[in-house]
């Protein structure tokens, strides 16, 4: 049961040795893996700027009728329509398809 144990350390101790030598000695990569993460963040920050600025605006474009109601500004809720002005509009509608 010991020597399980030893072997399992030495393994461990040999791949954590290799992951160093590689870590320090090959700097390109290292460098080019923080870029990356720098541009996940950046890319990040611009999604979520133009989320604060446009989101409002695309949510009001997909939003189905009659779900809740959506505003361009935070906070702040959209008085309900007027359900008569809405039937007479279809209503109208409706009689000029009819007529032509």
């Not at 393994?11 to 993460?37: A, E, H």
């Not at 989101?55 to 809740?68: D, H, L, M, W």
């Not at 008085?79 to 032509?100: I, L, N």
């Amino acid at each position: 049961m010991m020597s399980m144990t030893s072997e399992n350390s030495s393994v461990l101790n040999q791949v954590l040795s290799t992951f160093q030598s590689i870590y320090y000695t090959d700097d390109i990569q290292v460098r080019m893996c923080w870029w990356c993460v720098y541009a996940l963040v950046i890319i990040f920050l611009f999604i979520h700027l133009a989320w604060r600025i446009y989101g409002p605006e695309i949510a009001k474009t997909y939003a189905v009728p009659g779900s809740a109601n959506i505003s361009s500004e935070r906070g702040s809720k959209t008085p309900p329509t007027d359900q008569s002005s809405q039937d007479s509009f279809s209503s109208e509608r409706q009689s000029k398809v009819h007529t032509d």
